[in-house]
């Protein structure tokens, strides 16, 4: 197969798209891949670093209020189209892939208009202005929430779930030790992060909680975020940590970890989301209140309707109502249980396989 992914700006929109090429060339050896993104967007180091080819084309969105600016969003986006087309052109896909942001607007775009094939892969709850748009032109379109479903076109929509889900479910026999952190492998072990870049109210919170968490039964790993961890060095001066909790900037291979977590606390993004269904991992979800139409808190109650995560708005967040969540969860292996059942069935741990099938059955009925 010869597949033309675009997608940019975010992780959220990058690591999904990523996870399916890997999984293409293990199935599919003699798959040629190009990967178009934007020229200021995470991508530009991310997927180089995987080894994907890549070509950029300057973007940007338009402003909510009135401004010249979205003239200039007109004219980028015409441009990148006409640019698209060549890319197209020169490649000669036989599907494209559009995995979110403005770029994959573009360039699904020109594809439609060039009769190409193409699918729109949607991570989220709520759908995005650019796939809302490109759902008219596209030929396939596959979701990974159910809360999605209607606000496509019904024709063309197929459940696949995210392909971060699969990458980490083939991790599930990992061999990584909590020794490496100085931990026990028989303790329950909750981990907490705000994301790569951290979140502050999330931080704060937790550096509240450590004297509490250092007295508790269960082990805590706390991820303050790369750049955030001098700070939270500063908050933590003088505070007697446990040695059952660990302060660490970030966690290198997530994926590895995930299985021999007991529960997580973390933001409700898609990426997230679909590694801890996948596994099966209890899960406090803490919504970011800074994305497009409070899309995070959508995606935490799909796993709060069926008992496999509990939500606690940051507007609500506090060292008391961490703790509580925290114990009632870490100290109940029948809780963590049920909790971890109940996640499974939401989970897509094939989510890469089906969204290939979604690639092929484009290409079939072109």
């Known amino acids: 197969m010869r597949l033309l992914v675009s997608g940019g700006g975010t992780g959220g ?10 999984r293409l060339k ?15 967007g995470l991508e530009n180091k991310i997927v180089p670093d995987a080894g994907i080819k890549l070509e950029t084309m300057q973007m940007q969105g338009f402003k909510r209020s009135l401004s010249l600016d979205n003239f200039k969003t007109i004219y980028l986006f015409l441009r990148s189209v006409h640019h698209a087309k060549k890319i197209i052109r020169d490649f000669k896909p036989d599907v494209v892939l559009g995995t979110g942001g403005y770029v994959s ?43 999605a479903r209607s606000q496509f076109p019904q024709g063309k929509v197929t459940m696949t779930g995210n392909p971060r889900a699969q990458q980490v479910s083939s991790q599930i026999n990992s061999t990584f030790s909590w020794s490496e952190y100085d931990l026990k492998d028989d ?7 705000g994301g790569s870049q951290g979140a502050p109210k999330i931080n704060s919170t937790v550096v509240d909680s450590i004297p ?43 994926p590895a970890k995930m299985p021999k977590v007991a529960a997580l606390v973390s933001r409700a993004g898609a990426t ?17 209140p800074y994305v497009t139409a409070n899309h ?40 963590r249980s049920k909790m971890a059942t109940a996640s499974r069935k939401i989970g897509h741990p094939k989510a890469a396989d089906e969204l290939i099938d979604v690639l092929h059955k484009a290409i079939d009925e072109h």
């Open 13 to 22: 929109h990058i690591y999904p798209a990523l996870a399916l090429i890997e």
């Open 26 to 40: 293990q199935v599919e050896p003699d798959t040629e891949v190009l990967y178009v993104g934007t020229t200021r």
């Open 105 to 147: 607007g573009a360039v699904l775009y020109a594809a439609a208009k060039k009769h190409i094939p193409t699918v729109i892969h949607e991570q989220n709850s709520v759908v995005g202005v650019t796939n809302k748009i490109l759902s008219r032109y596209v030929d396939q379109i596959a979701i990974a929430f159910e809360a």
């Open 187 to 193: 303790i329950p072990t909750l981990m907490i992060f």
């Open 212 to 254: 509490e968490f250092s007295k508790r039964p269960y082990q805590v790993v706390f991820a303050t975020g790369q750049k955030r961890y001098a700070k939270v060095q500063e908050q933590l001066h003088g505070v007697k940590i446990g040695q059952s909790v660990k302060v660490v900037p970030y966690i290198k291979d997530m």
């Open 272 to 288: 997230t989301i679909a590694e801890v269904t996948a596994l099966g991992v209890p899960t406090i979800l803490i919504p970011s």
């Open 296 to 335: 995070q808190v959508k995606n935490a109650q799909a796993l709060v309707r069926k008992n496999a995560a509990v939500m606690i708005t940051e507007d609500k967040l506090d060292s008391r109502a961490l703790l509580v969540q925290a114990d009632k969860i870490m100290e109940s292996q029948e809780l």
